[in-house]
């Protein structure tokens, strides 16, 4: 099975301008969730959808949004970009009520 | 979040056994012991998870305290791709169905050849 793959894999913006990241699942898996990842602040999470409704989020500006389309793939968008949003972000996968999450390789995002 | 503490670094040799603790004096009885690692320039890998007993599984092994209040993963031969971000994490048996981990900092591993 393919694991978990997100695009781009590296992107520079500048701030005030806008990104859309994205994520392919591993087959089958229903779950997708999403965090963020800077040196400072580690690993926090940002949203999880499962079957395309938001299930949960964490504590981020309105300016970090998501869904999930049907085929489960789901892509989080971050609107007016500051430099603080340079970061790792993370997708990972499950099933859905099960214990492992799967990670993709992560998009690095530098905000010039 | 209940909240766990582990050391900042740890080191290690080649081939020796290596003993992460983890203390979670807050764990509620519901909650799941997960532990996940992070390699340079990776996403996180899950590594074990456990509720009350010992669990080992090709990866490491899963020890448990009797009162819950800590674990330990043991891995019993490291070797120079076990170097990584180790982290123990606390998952409820339930939170409303949601897949959320909260992470901490985390231990990083040095292993020496």
């Known amino acids: 099975k393919a694991g978990v793959t997100q695009t781009p894999r590296y992107l520079i913006k500048t701030r005030g301008q806008q990104v859309t990241l994205s994520c392919s699942p591993i087959?089958?898996?229903?779950?997708v969730s999403w965090y963020q990842q800077t040196p400072g602040q580690g690993l926090q999470f940002l949203f999880e959808?499962?079957?395309?409704?938001?299930?949960n989020k964490g504590n981020f500006p309105g300016r970090f949004s998501g869904r999930q389309f049907s085929n489960s793939r789901s892509e989080m968008n971050v609107s007016t970009l500051e430099l603080g949003d340079s970061a790792l972000y993370l997708c990972?996968?499950?099933?859905?009520?099960?214990?492992?999450?799967?990670f993709g390789p992560g998009t690095r995002l530098t905000v010039t | 979040d209940a909240k766990t503490t582990q050391p900042n670094s740890m080191e290690s040799n080649e081939e020796e056994p290596v003993h992460l603790p983890c203390n979670h004096s807050?764990?509620?009885?519901?909650?799941?012991i997960h532990w996940y690692r992070q390699l340079p320039s990776q996403g996180p890998e899950y590594v074990i998870h456990?509720?009350?007993s010992n669990v080992n599984n090709r990866m490491a092994s899963l020890a448990i305290a009797e009162d819950r209040k800590s674990s330990t993963l043991i891995l019993h031969r490291a070797t120079l791709r076990d170097a990584a971000v180790y982290y123990c994490?606390?998952?409820?048996?339930?939170?409303?169905?949601?897949?959320?981990?909260?992470f901490g900092k985390g231990t990083k591993l040095t292993v020496n050849p």
């Open positions: 807050t764990i509620s009885g519901t909650d799941y």
């Open positions: 990972a996968s499950s099933p859905g009520m099960i214990y492992e999450q799967y």
């Open positions: 456990g509720l009350t």
């Open positions: 994490i606390l998952r409820p048996l339930s939170q409303g169905g949601s897949e959320k981990l909260v």
């Open positions: 959808y499962f079957s395309e409704t938001q299930r």
């Open positions: 087959s089958g898996h229903r779950s």
